[in-house]
């Protein structure tokens, strides 16, 4: 069974970077990977995506300021966080689909971003 571990988050004030990692258990080479993330009392929404060819798509309130990367011969998919705002704060999982298993996600990676 594919599982996937968020790491990187942490405690940021704003204006700084963090960088998340997302490890799969398994080869990522065709999955089209996501990060999502949810805030307190809002539902999750999809923050940004990036295929396996490494096409790019971004919520607008991320763009310009995150950047999703992928580094298939780890297994792991990246999301740099830059020029970081308080409506940034959520918990952050990372999420793609595998055969046979279906959707998957992470445990997720908490993001607080506070002076």
């Known amino acids: 069974q594919v599982q996937l571990v968020e790491s990187g988050g942490g405690l940021v004030q704003p204006g700084g970077s963090l960088r998340l990692s997302c490890a799969a258990s398994r080869s990522i080479f065709l999955i089209t990977m996501f990060w999502y993330r949810q805030a307190p009392g809002k539902e999750r929404e999809l923050v940004a995506a990036?295929?396996?060819?490494?096409?790019?798509n971004y919520a607008d309130s991320v763009k310009g300021r995150f950047t999703v990367s992928r580094d298939n011969a780890k297994n792991t998919v990246y999301l740099q966080m830059n020029s970081l705002k308080s409506e940034d704060t959520a918990v952050y999982y990372c999420n793609g689909y595998f055969v046979p298993q279906g959707t998957t996600w992470g445990q997720g990676t908490q993001v607080t971003v506070s002076s």
């Open positions: 990036i295929t396996s060819g490494g096409n790019t």
